[in-house]
T-cell receptor, first 115, second 113 residues
């Protein structure tokens, strides 16, 4: 299956800072990547679908100006949490693949802690 | 819309005990079903999947799941668990033709040696 690298794995920063998370597909050209968020004791919630060369598709309730997604190449998508606040603290996970008969493959996730 | 319900949020078993984790989904059409596992400190990994054909699906590490269409269920089973099966297990569904996957809330399995 696809190998997905996510960086950084853990970020701690002050309130008001913008944080960028990278998701790389190492052996698979991904026209689509997915960004999920997981709160403690809750399931993964899809935030947005990142589309190479075009705008991301956001799920209902996700602020597109808060969570900026850029998918500039077939192997890299970035999620930027702008002006992060403590309520943005969460575990963010990206995935690659899926659709048809293919499962998604996940990155290791990024734990974001906003002080 | 599609949704997934996992009934057991936290399961504690002794080694060699049998395991069954419940998963029910809601979707009006044909579905693809998955079980993912997340071991402590690791990323999500695919355990097994069902797309079509034999409703009894065998996955890695001795796990299997049975798709029962009439019950909208896809329960995960293992005859004899090991300590190394301690992990969190997520059931997931996506409607055929869609890439969007919906996950259940997850079940934490703790196996006691």
């Amino acid at each position: 299956g696809a190998v997905v690298s996510q960086h950084p794995s853990w970020v701690i920063c002050k309130s008001g800072t913008s944080v960028k998370i990278e998701c790389r597909s190492l052996d698979f050209q991904a026209t689509t990547m997915f960004w999920y968020r997981q709160f403690p004791k809750q399931s993964l919630m899809l935030m947005a679908t990142s589309n190479e060369g075009s705008k991301a598709t956001y799920e209902q309730g996700v602020e597109k100006d808060k969570f900026l997604i850029n998918h500039a190449s077939l192997t890299l998508s970035t999620l930027t949490v702008t002006s992060a606040h403590p309520e943005d603290s969460s575990f963010y996970i990206c995935s690659v693949g899926g659709g048809g008969n293919q499962p998604q493959h996940f990155g290791d996730g990024t734990r974001l802690s906003i002080l | 819309a599609q949704s997934v319900s996992q009934h057991n949020h936290h399961v504690i078993l002794s080694e060699a005990a049998s395991l069954e984790l419940g998963c029910n989904y809601s979707y009006g059409g044909t579905v693809n079903l998955f079980w993912y596992v997340q071991y402590p400190g690791q990323h999500l990994q695919l355990l097994l999947k069902y797309f079509s054909g034999d409703p009894l699906v065998k996955g890695i590490k001795g796990f299997e799941a049975e798709f029962i269409k009439s019950k909208f269920s896809f329960n995960l089973r293992k005859p004899s668990v090991q300590w190394s099966d301690t992990a969190e297990y997520f059931c997931a569904v996506n409607g055929e033709g869609y890439q969007k996957v919906t996950f259940g809330i997850g079940t934490k399995l703790q196996v006691i040696p």
